[in-house]
T-cell receptor, first 115, second 114 residues
Framework: DAGVIQSPRHEVTEMGQEVTLRCKPISGHDYLFWYRQTMMRGLELLIYFNNNVPIDDSGMPEDRFSAKMPNASFSTLKIQPSEPRDSAVYFC?????????????FGSGTRLTVV | GENVEQHPSTLSVQEGDSAVIKCTYSDSASNYFPWYKQELGKRPQLIID?????GEKKDQRIAVTLNKTAKHFSLHITETQPEDSAVYFC?????????????FGAGTRLFVKA
């Protein structure tokens, strides 16, 4: 298995622009998580899905952030409009809890810089 | 809300010495406690985990202990090597309820000096 695949690896955008981050989870994993990592706040859970259904989005900072999972093999995290304080590394992770596998496999992350 | 506290934030040891990282959690319903290692510029990777029905688990040079009564768990690395240098995150999670949310500690930056 290729693991969790995220794209792009790096994104530099101007304030006010729309940003879309993409994630392909491990095949067969029934949970998908979006985390944001910064030096100040560490690893923050933004939202997670179970079988493509959003379960908890209480970590989404504000209405500028939205996430979708249209099928079991793809999820997006969108920021519109982006702001400099959104600069961070965004990780997607998946887990096969349905198989009794509770650990997370993280993707390589997307380093977002908003200027 | 749920919280995981991790200490120390930075740890420096001599190669060959042991390193211990400690965490406490607030949610008494947590029953799964993973540890992740993140090397500089890389993704966090699961290195060991423990469930609440077990007090200790070992895998080669790393071990984890859990005290459910005190809501403490710890990571022990013996015979440290330079490649152990990384940030280590503890985490606590519920797995037996409708939700499945993992709360991470703030991380411990471990330096192993050769």
């Amino acid at each position: 298995d290729a693991g969790v695949i995220q794209s792009p690896r790096h994104e530099v955008t101007e304030m006010g622009q729309e940003v879309t981050l993409r994630c392909k989870p491990i095949s067969g994993h029934d949970y998908l998580f979006w985390y944001r990592q910064t030096m100040m706040r560490g690893l923050e859970l933004l939202i997670y899905f179970n079988n493509n259904v959003p379960i908890d989005d209480s970590g989404m900072p504000e209405d500028r952030f939205s996430a979708k999972m249209p099928n079991a093999s793809f999820s997006t995290l969108k920021i519109q409009p982006s702001e400099p304080r959104d600069s961070a590394v965004y990780f997607c992770a998946s887990s096969g809890r349905g198989r009794g596998n509770y650990g997370y496999t993280f993707g390589s992350g997307t380093r977002l810089t908003v200027v | 809300g749920e919280n995981v506290e991790q200490h120390p934030s930075t740890l420096s040891v001599q190669e060959g010495d042991s390193a211990v990282i400690k965490c406490t959690y607030s949610d008494s319903a947590s029953n799964y406690f993973p540890w992740y290692k993140q090397e500089l510029g890389k993704r966090p990777q699961l290195i060991i985990d423990i469930r609440s029905n077990v007090g200790e688990k070992k895998d080669q040079r790393i071990a984890v202990t859990l005290n459910k009564t005190a809501k403490h768990f710890s990571l022990h690395i013996t015979e440290t090597q330079p490649e152990d240098s990384a940030v280590y995150f503890c985490a606590a999670s519920r797995t037996n309820t409708g939700g499945f949310k993992t709360i991470f500690g703030a991380g411990t930056r471990l330096f192993v000096k050769a």
